[in-house]
């Protein structure tokens, strides 16, 4: 990241977080690493952000097992705005934080625009990624999300069972994707302050400022359903389908 170079504008640092396990997939074949349309999963996810005129720089955050192929699809492709690799931790929110201390430790300004980004998610589209960009000139986060076409049940447990505690109204009802985009200095905040917690574990980053600064809005940006998170196996055939069509085959 180029503290230093004089600008006219904020920087715009992609977070792509690529240090997952995968144990729901297949934890001796890194879904990261998997090709759908003949290319790796997080090039895929690399190459979105290198297309966006808007973002300056990308960050990616690796686990031991992944670095060394990840560092390879870097080098043989050139990408131009990747700037480090980094090892992330035990949980997602420890990988955003060990990419937070490299921001911070790079010496990015406070309003630098962050975009964190699920690595799996490689079908991520030019609009949710600008809309997340522009959206944070208005608020200081934001998170890319789709409306749920399910009725959502909010449960509790019941003896071994879950049972529904309340069934909220659908049109309030998203699903969150990624990237959840937030100003430099409001996602440092709220990890901070979630650091007080170590029975927090959050499944993604907007929680973190909706639990910890809970008078800072975090707008919804408009996904989309080929935002597909690769989770599990079963998802693969419909990413080979989704790359198909994205290249025009
Ligand atoms: N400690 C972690 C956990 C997850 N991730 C990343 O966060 C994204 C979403 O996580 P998920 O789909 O849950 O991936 P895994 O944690 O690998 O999956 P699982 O829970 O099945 O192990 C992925 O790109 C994953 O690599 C990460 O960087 N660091
Ligand atoms: C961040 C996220 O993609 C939003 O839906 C999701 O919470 C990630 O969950 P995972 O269990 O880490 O895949």
Redesign the pocket.
Known sequence: MRADAPRSSAPVVAVILAA?LGVRFDTDNPKQLFKVGGKPIVAWSIEAFEANPGVTDILLVVNDKVRSPIEAIVAENAYPKVRMVITGGAE?ADSTEAALQTLAEAGIPSDAKVLIH?AV?PFVSQESITGCIEALDGFKAVTVAVPSTDTILYAHDLGDRKVVRDVPDRADMF????P?AFRFDTLRLAYAKAASDPEFHP??DTRVVVDYLPDVPVAIVAGSETNL?I?LASDIPIAEWMARSFQGK
């Open positions: 997952g997602r699920d998610r699903r969150a994707q990624t959840q499944t993604d998170k989770t």
